[in-house]
């Protein structure tokens, strides 16, 4: 069993940084690919981020490619996403996910958290 806690979200300008965490709790964490997807009102949730259980291989969205960056710190339980040079489209409750695979589909992944809302303003 896992359990997940996202922090961190909130309204930040257009061109700044966020920097999002998600604590992790239960069983053998760190064994799990951890990842990051949001959703927009009215839009289906999408991939964002996946970090291997290891925390070397990583891959993104083309969306936020070179943009954000995601990492976890297993010795405190965290996963971070760092957002920067954050966009209007960026806005969505971003999740925090826990899996089995190194995946981008959702399927993939046994574990969510409840949300945290990032705004993205002019």
């Known amino acids: 069993q896992v359990q997940l806690a996202e922090s961190g979200g909130g309204l930040v300008q257009a061109g700044g940084s966020l920097r999002l965490s998600c604590a992790v709790s239960?069983?053998?964490?760190?064994?799990?690919?951890m990842g990051w997807f949001r959703q927009a009102p009215g839009k289906e949730r999408e991939f964002v981020a996946v970090?291997?259980?290891?925390?070397?291989?990583?891959s993104y969205a083309d969306s936020v490619k070179g943009r954000f960056t995601i990492a976890r710190d297993n010795a405190k339980n965290t996963v971070y996403l760092q957002m920067n040079s954050l966009r209007l489209e960026d806005t969505a409750v971003y999740y925090c996910?826990?899996?089995?695979?190194?995946?981008?589909?959702?399927?993939?992944?046994?574990?969510w958290g409840q949300g945290t809302q990032v705004t993205v303003s002019s």
């Open positions: 996910a826990a899996g089995r695979k190194f995946a981008v589909v959702q399927g993939h992944y046994d574990y």
């Open positions: 970090v291997s259980g290891s925390g070397v291989v990583r």
């Open positions: 239960g069983r053998t964490a760190s064994t799990y690919a």
